[in-house]
C-alpha cells in the first residue's frame, strides 16, 4: 500500500511541477494550458500506475503459485517417505505377533527413536511459534533488508519455524588440490513470507537471546540426517558435515534421544560426520563425553570448527575420540589481519607460518601422524590458495568453491 501511495504521490507532484513551470518556459500556453498539460500528466500516471499494479499483482499471484508447488513437493517426498514407513513398520508388528522377535524388534526401534526425535522437534517448533501477526510481505524479488528491526526479525524467525522455513543449504569442501567435492557443510536459512531470505548473521543473536537457537538447530540436524539418507539411496558418494551446537548440546532430552536415533541408523556413519566447535566442546567437555564416546562406538567421526589456540589443543586425545577433521580459517593459517568478505579475523602476532604460537607446517605432521586432516576454511582468492597448498592442506572451504546453495540444488 506505501508504494503504491508513493508512486502516486511522484506522478501528481510531478503534474503540479508542470502545470507551475510549463506556461513560464512555453511562450503564449497560458495558465490554463499548463493546468491542461499538468492533467494530461496525472491521466498518463494514472493509467501506467494502473498497468503496473496489475502486473505486480500478477507477478505476486505467479509466486504464491511457484511457493505452492515447492510445498506440494514437499509434502509429497514425506508422504512418500510415510508410504515407505508404514509397510516395515506393519511387517514388524505382525512378525512380532507371529514370535520373530529379531529383526522385527530392530525395525520397530527404528521406527520408535525415529518419532521420539520427530515428537521432540514438533513440542520445541510448537512451542517458538509464538503468537505474533506476520508482518506484510515485501517485494518477492528482492532479498530480505539489511535495516530490519529486532521486532521484524523475531517475526520472521518466529514464523519460519512455525510455518517449516527453515531451509538447509549445503556448501562444498574440496579436495586439495585437485579441487574435487569430496564433502558438503550444511547450514540454516530462514525464509520470510515473501520467499527472501534472511542469513544466519541477521537473526542468530536475536534468535539465541528469545531461546530459538535449539529449535532451529535441532531442526537442523534431524534435516542432515534426511538429507543424508537420501544421498545413500541415490549412492552419491560424498559425505556431510553437520554441526552439532550448544544449544542442541544443552537440550539434554533432545541430544539422547537424537544419540539413540542414531543407533538406530549406523549405516548413516560412511556418509555423515558431526561438527563442534572448539569452544562448545571445552564448555560441555564432561556433559556430552558419553554420547561422543557412543557415537564413536556407532562409527561415526567428529569435526571441529571455530578453533582458536591450537597450542592449547590435545590433538592424541581428539584422535582416539575420533574427531577426524580440524577447520582452521584461512586467515589464521596465513596469519592475516582479517579476512575477505566471509568476516574472518587472524588472531597472534609471529612469523607468518604460525598461528596463536604453534608453527602451521608442524601442526599439519602432528595431524598427520594422528590420523588427522586439515581444512582451510573460508577461501575466496587464488592466491590464498597459492599460498595455503605449501602447507600441504587436505581440504579447503569457501567461496572460491562456492558458496552455499539450497539442497536440491548443490
Known amino acids: 500500500m506505501l508504494k503504491h501511495l508513493l508512486i502516486a504521490f511522484a506522478y501528481i507532484l510531478l503534474a503540479l511541477a ?86 522385527a524388534k530392530e525395525d520397530l526401534d527404528r521406527v ?60 562444498p569442501i574440496v579436495s586439495l588440490p585437485q579441487r574435487k567435492t569430496r564433502f558438503y557443510e550444511c547450514f540454516s536459512r530462514i525464509r520470510s513470507e515473501d520467499g527472501s531470505l534472511m542469513l544466519p548473521d541477521q537473526y542468530i543473536s536475536v534468535a539465541q537471546r528469545e531461546g530459538h537457537m535449539g529449535a532451529i538447530d535441532n531442526l537442523l540436524l534431524f534435516r542432515c540426517v534426511q538429507l543424508v539418507r537420501r544421498a545413500q539411496t541415490r549412492k552419491h558418494a560424498v559425505g556431510f558435515f553437520c554441526n552439532i551446537s550448544a544449544n542442541t548440546l544443552e537440550d539434554r532430552a533432545f541430544f539422547a534421544d537424537f544419540v539413540d536415533f542414531m543407533a538406530t541408523n549406523q549405516e548413516l556413519a560412511r556418509n555423515l560426520i558431526f561438527e563442534f566447535s572448539h569452544e562448545d566442546v571445552e564448555a560441555h567437555g564432561s556433559e556430552i563425553e558419553e554420547y561422543i564416546a557412543r557415537l564413536g562406538r556407532l562409527g561415526f567421526y567428529f569435526s571441529m570448527d571455530r578453533v582458536r589456540e591450537l597450542s592449547k589443543l ?24 582479517g579476512a575477505s568478505g566471509q568476516d574472518a579475523a587472524a588472531e597472534g602476532e609471529g612469523a607468518s607460518d604460525t598461528i596463536v604460537g604453534v608453527n602451521v607446517s608442524a601442526l599439519k605432521r602432528v595431524l598427520d601422524i594422528h590420523g588427522i586432516d586439515l581444512i582451510a576454511e573460508k577461501i575466496e582468492s587464488e592466491e590464498d590458495l597459492i599460498e595455503l597448498l605449501d602447507y600441504r592442506i587436505d581440504y579447503g572451504q569457501g567461496y572460491l568453491f562456492g558458496e552455499p546453495r539450497p539442497s536440491k540444488e548443490a
Not at 72 to 95: Q, S, W
Open 18 to 103: 508542470v502545470a507551475l513551470v510549463l506556461p513560464g518556459i512555453v511562450p503564449g500556453l497560458g495558465v490554463a494550458g499548463g493546468w491542461l498539460a499538468g492533467a494530461v500528466v496525472v491521466v498518463a500516471g494514472g493509467v501506467l500506475h494502473e498497468s503496473y499494479t496489475r502486473i505486480d499483482a500478477a507477478d505476486t499471484v505467479a509466486r504464491q503459485m511457484y511457493r505452492l508447488h515447492k510445498d506440494m513437493e514437499k509434502l509429497r517426498a514425506e508422504a512418500d517417505h510415510l508410504r515407505k514407513e508404514v509397510p516395515r513398520l506393519d511387517a514388524a508388528v505382525t512378525a512380532l505377533a507371529d514370535g520373530d522377535d529379531s529383526k
Open 112 to 171: 520408535v527413536s525415529e518419532v521420539r526425535v520427530l515428537q521432540k522437534l514438533i513440542e520445541k517448533l510448537s512451542s517458538h511459534g509464538g503468537d505474533s501477526t506476520p508482518r506484510p510481505a515485501a517485494d518477492g524479488t528482492a532479498p530480505v533488508s539489511a535495516n530490519l528491526d529486532e521486532s521484524q526479525i523475531l517475526d520472521i524467525v518466529r514464523e519460519g519455524l512455525k510455518r517449516d522455513r527453515v531451509d538447509l543449504y549445503l556448501q
Open 314 to 337: 590435545d590433538i592424541p586425545g581428539l584422535a582416539r575420540m575420533r574427531f577426524k577433521y580440524i577447520k582452521i580459517d584461512n586467515a589464521q593459517l596465513l596469519h592475516r589481519e
